[in-house]
C-alpha cells in the first residue's frame, strides 16, 4: 500500500513559477514509477509528466514540455514536479500518481493516486 500526499499548489500570476511536491509513504517507493496528472473544471484527467524509478526515464504531455520538470528523491520519497512559466490553462487540480513504469503512466494505468492540489494561474 503507498499514500501519496500533494503539497504546493496555490495561486501565481501568469509566467510565474510553483513547485508541486508528493510525499509517499512506505518503503517500496522507489520500486515505482512516479506521475503527475491534471484535472481541470468541466474537463478529463490528463497525463502531465512521468518519471521511472530510477530517474532514467522522463515523459512529458507536450503542452508542458520546456517549462515543467518532473523530479524524484528515493531517498525522501518524494517526486517534484517543477512549473515554469505558468499559462491560465494551466489551471487545474493536479494529481500523483504511482505505477509500474512511465508508459503504463502515460496512458493513465496506475496503481495509486493522491487526492490532489489545486493550481491557479491567474492576474
Known amino acids: 500500500q503507498v499514500q501519496l500526499v500533494e503539497s504546493g499548489g496555490g495561486l501565481v500570476q501568469p509566467g510565474g513559477s510553483l513547485r508541486l511536491s508528493c510525499a509517499a509513504s512506505?518503503?517500496?517507493?522507489?520500486?515505482?514509477?512516479m506521475g503527475w496528472f491534471r484535472q481541470a473544471p468541466g474537463k478529463e484527467r490528463e497525463f502531465v509528466a512521468a518519471?521511472?524509478?530510477?530517474?532514467?526515464?522522463?515523459l512529458y504531455a507536450e503542452p508542458v514540455k520546456g517549462r515543467f520538470t518532473i523530479s524524484r528523491d528515493n531517498a525522501k520519497n518524494t517526486v517534484y514536479l517543477q512549473m515554469n512559466s505558468l499559462k491560465p490553462e494551466d489551471t487545474a487540480v493536479y494529481y500523483c500518481?504511482?505505477?509500474?513504469?512511465?508508459?503504463?503512466?502515460?496512458?493513465?494505468?496506475?496503481?495509486?493516486w493522491g487526492q490532489g492540489t489545486q493550481v491557479t494561474v491567474s492576474s
Open positions: 500518481a504511482a505505477g509500474l513504469t512511465s508508459p503504463r503512466l502515460r496512458v493513465g494505468l496506475s496503481d495509486y
Open positions: 512506505g518503503r517500496t517507493f522507489s520500486s515505482y514509477a
Open positions: 518519471i521511472s524509478t530510477s530517474g532514467s526515464t522522463i
